[in-house]
């Protein structure tokens, strides 16, 4: 019988090493895409009047009459964000770094998610729903609404 040797030492080693580094790759690239994230983030909100918004001085546009267009941009964004993610899972997922690629792929899937979410946001706030029918004049709680367009006393008086 043979016995098989351990592997040498060296190689031992190398295995702990990359497995490190691969993990601080994956938390370093998380980092830089929360700080780009942050800064695309706040750029949006400055460029649509979110923060600071124009007020009603002299150089002010109108308001709009009705409800505001769609504005796809801060999807948009997201979904690019989040293809540049998903890309770089793919590369470090087929080069050898499991955890900074699998970083990358929960990173990818969260802001597909929020791309989803903020797309559905906007257009609901461009669409609002109709609003509910108005209740009708009922005095006399007869269960029949008056009509006539005359005073409660005729309402009551007429039955319907």
């Known amino acids: 019988m043979t016995r098989s040797l351990p592997p040498p030492d060296g190689r031992r080693r ?10 601080l790759l994956g938390l370093l690239l998380l980092l830089l895409e929360g700080v780009i ?11 649509h009047g ?37 890309l770089f899972a793919l590369v ?7 955890w900074a690629g699998g970083g990358q792929l929960v990173a990818g899937v969260v ?13 609901g706030r461009a669409h609002p729903p109709a609003p509910a029918p108005s209740h009708t004049e009922d005095p006399g709680h ?4 008056c009509r006539s367009g005359g005073d409660d006393r005729e309402c009551l008086d007429s039955g319907g």
């Open 37 to 47: 994230g942050a800064a695309v983030a706040l750029q949006l909100a400055l460029s």
């Open 50 to 86: 979110g923060l600071g918004a124009p007020g009603p001085e002299k150089g002010a546009p109108p308001e709009p009459v009705g409800p505001p267009p769609t504005d796809w941009g801060p999807a948009l964004a997201l979904g690019g964000f989040a293809a540049v993610a998903l």
């Open 14 to 23: 190398a295995a702990a090493v990359n497995g490190c580094l691969d993990a």
């Open 92 to 98: 470090l997922m087929r080069g050898g770094r499991p």
């Open 142 to 145: 007869s269960g029949h609404p």
């Open 111 to 123: 802001l597909c998610v929020a791309a989803v979410l903020t797309g559905v946001g906007e257009h």
